[in-house]
């Protein structure tokens, strides 16, 4: 069974940091690049950052940039998404998919996982 699962997701205080985890199962990691989106509340689902499937480029929007940081264990089945200086408007769910291309700026996914929530508030 095709699965991937978020994990990770709390409340913290604007300025702190978390680290997301997305396991996979069911299909093998080293094909697939691995991208995080975000939904904030009353917005659409965004992707803020992605992974080859090597690891070997990484791809984030301009909102996220220099603070997240993406990463990935294939051996471990497993991608991180390190998130620091975080701010009120990370508030969200969080999801992990394995998509076609890494490019945030345009999505072509075949897996989703069923997303992990982060708050930000003080």
């Known amino acids: 069974q095709t699965r991937l699962v978020e994990s990770g997701g709390g409340l913290v205080q604007p300025g702190g940091s978390l680290t997301l985890s997305c396991s996979v199962t069911?299909?093998?990691?080293?094909?697939?690049?691995i991208a995080w989106f975000r939904q904030a509340p009353g917005k659409e689902r965004e992707e803020i950052s992605c992974?080859?499937?090597?690891?070997?480029?990484?791809n984030y929007a301009e909102s996220v940039k220099d603070r997240f940081t993406i990463s990935r264990d294939n051996a471990k089945k497993t991608v991180y998404l390190q998130m620091n200086d975080l701010e009120f408007e990370d508030t969200g769910v969080y999801y992990c998919?394995?998509?076609?291309?890494?490019?945030?700026?345009?999505?072509?996914?075949?897996?989703w996982g069923q997303g992990t929530r982060v708050t930000v508030s003080s």
């Open positions: 998919a394995a998509e076609r291309l890494c490019s945030v700026a345009a999505s072509m996914i075949d897996y």
């Open positions: 069911g299909f093998s990691l080293d094909y697939y690049p």
């Open positions: 992974i080859s499937s090597r690891g070997g480029a990484t």
